[in-house]
């Protein structure tokens, strides 16, 4: 008896033939399987010898080879039997799936600054099938973000772009692992990936600059006005402080609080010594990307000061008498160190400007121009004390006040008065000695000065030169040569009276 085995692929199956010359009962050859068949994998015709697998498929990766010892006989009782052993070899099927060695892979706290390249995780998963079966091709299945991927053997998963925590924190992907042989089998993992939030977001001010209007002399502890700045990384606690180029005159004034960001005035605000201030404050956040914003802060006015006369304005004019009615005889000058209406100065005569006598004009907000408003007459008033007011358009209005003296000088106005307007009728006798005194002509004269300063003359009546006249006194007296009632019973003198001035009056 001899066995022969036929295998056949397409049934997954063999058959053992023997032969046998025997005829009849004893020539019916029967099959068994003596050993080798643990878990029943084979099953044996008993008639045929068709070998075929059990039930259950066989695994390469359990067992990759069986041997059976398959038996040939004509019954139980006979003594005619061959066995002949057969050896199964399981040919690898690509039937198992890659495994992952974990279901998830963490990477906790990847810097977002980290760039392009950098490794992030290893996975692994292993596939038991040989040959293509079990080498594995790895891939980002999804969640990636075209940020990571995946080296397809190696398993290692690296940066492709840049991260930015501000735009995503964390990244869940899917990452499989594929067979390489049909039917591709498939295993699946997640890499959890969680970035580092780092100092890398510019802080920025909300507004670019910042412009405020105050008023002067406000009370110090006045809030100006709050700048805030952010930045995306809302890491760290954001300070503000100021530029160091900020002008020490701005720094003395104000103050910021490097928390709040709250601007405040530490100093007495005078318009008049500055009325704009510029502060440049940083925001920053410990990172590199600090920010700076301008601060204009605008100082208004207020009538803190009242006009101030120019030490150039007139204090003391003397002007004739005969000064013309329209002429100007003074100029005071002040300034008001205020703007606007708050610096416009208009002049007023507050006092001493009797029956109106003069005018004051103001030209330019700043003169003030002092005319003759009637005629003028010094044997009046030779001398007016005028007060002069410097008042702002301020409201409320400050002034100031300065005293203006004009003298009246005399003009030679008044003609000198005999004071007998009629003359004088006089009796002497003849013969009196030479130098007796006749009469004395007393004149006066309203004027002063050489004005008032009289002469007196005999312009008449005196052709023989029998009287004479005391040119400073008035006082006439006979002359040597006395006198002849025989010779001249009466004489009519004509006395002129002249004084000294120009133009002289008579
Ligand atoms: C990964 O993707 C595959 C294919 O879309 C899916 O079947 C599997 O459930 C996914 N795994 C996870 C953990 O989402
Ligand atoms: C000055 O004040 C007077 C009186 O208030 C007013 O009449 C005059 O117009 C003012 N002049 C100027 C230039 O403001
Ligand atoms: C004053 O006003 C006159 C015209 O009224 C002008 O010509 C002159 O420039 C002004 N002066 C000043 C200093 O404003
Ligand atoms: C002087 O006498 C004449 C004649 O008698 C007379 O007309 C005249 O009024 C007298 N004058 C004075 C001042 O008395
Ligand atoms: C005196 O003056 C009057 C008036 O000027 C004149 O008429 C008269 O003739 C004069 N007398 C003499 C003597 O000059
Ligand atoms: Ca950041
Ligand atoms: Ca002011």
New binding site residues.
Partial sequence: MTLVCVFSCASLSLQVQATDADQGENGRVLYRILSGNSNRQFSIDELTGLVTRGERALDRETSSSHVLEVEAYNSDQGSMRSAVRVIVYVEDANDESPVFTQQQYNRLGLRETAGIGTSVIVVRATDPDTGDGGAVAYAIVSGADRKFEVDVSTGLVTTVDYLDYETKTSYLMNVSATDQSPPFHKGYCTVYVTLLNELDEAVAFFAPGYEVSLRENIATGTEVVQVQAQSADNLNQLTYRSDPDTSPAALALFRIDSITGRITVTGLLDREKGDLYTLTVVADDGGPKKDSTVVSITILDENDNSPEFDITSDVSVDIPENTPIGKRVAVVLARDKDIGNNG?V?F?LVAGNMQDVFEIR?IN?TYGEVYVNSVLDRETVDRYLLKVRAMD?GSPHRYTDMSLTINILDVNDNAPIIESRNGYNISISENVGGGTSVLRVVATDRDIGSNAMLFYYITGGNQDLTFRMDRMTGEMVTRPSPPDRERQQQYQLNVTVEDDGTPLCR
Avoid: P
Wanted: net charge neutral.
């Fill in positions: 416009l208009n007023t103001t907000h358009n």
